[in-house]
């Protein structure tokens, strides 16, 4: 796990891109913006000790959107590799609801692209 800081505006992944972290929200902003939306408006608001980028790790899928920080942003990083021992560690069920669970929510997202 690493702890990052970013400026408003700096992209912590883009669509497209391989997935190889997902991300904790320590502090600040993070806006999640569809392929689709080219505006300065995100389509999601991450906020407080949330997580994001966990879809693609997950899936193994490329990123489905762009996450930019909105504001001064501090954030922990935890790679795939650092995931999936975690998730190894898990009971066998508890592995397959998260791979569902991510996987429908990536299918309603192209849904209403």
């Known amino acids: 796990m690493e702890k990052r800081d970013y400026k ?21 902003e993070i806006g999640i913006f569809l392929p689709s939306n080219e505006t300065k408006d995100p389509n999601f608001l991450i906020t ?4 994001f980028g966990e879809m693609g790790v997950i899936e193994d899928e490329l990123r489905s959107a762009s996450a930019r920080a909105m504001n001064p942003t501090k954030i922990v990083a935890v790679t795939k590799k650092e995931f ?10 508890v592995k ?18």
């Open 8 to 28: 408003p505006g700096q992209h912590i992944f883009k669509a497209g891109e391989k997935s190889d972290e997902m991300y904790l929200l320590l502090e600040g």
């Open 84 to 93: 999936e021992a975690k998730a190894n560690a898990a009971d066998p069920f």
């Open 48 to 51: 407080g000790n949330e997580i």
């Open 96 to 113: 397959g609801v998260l791979r569902i669970l991510s996987t429908r929510i990536r299918e309603m997202n192209k849904a209403n692209r």
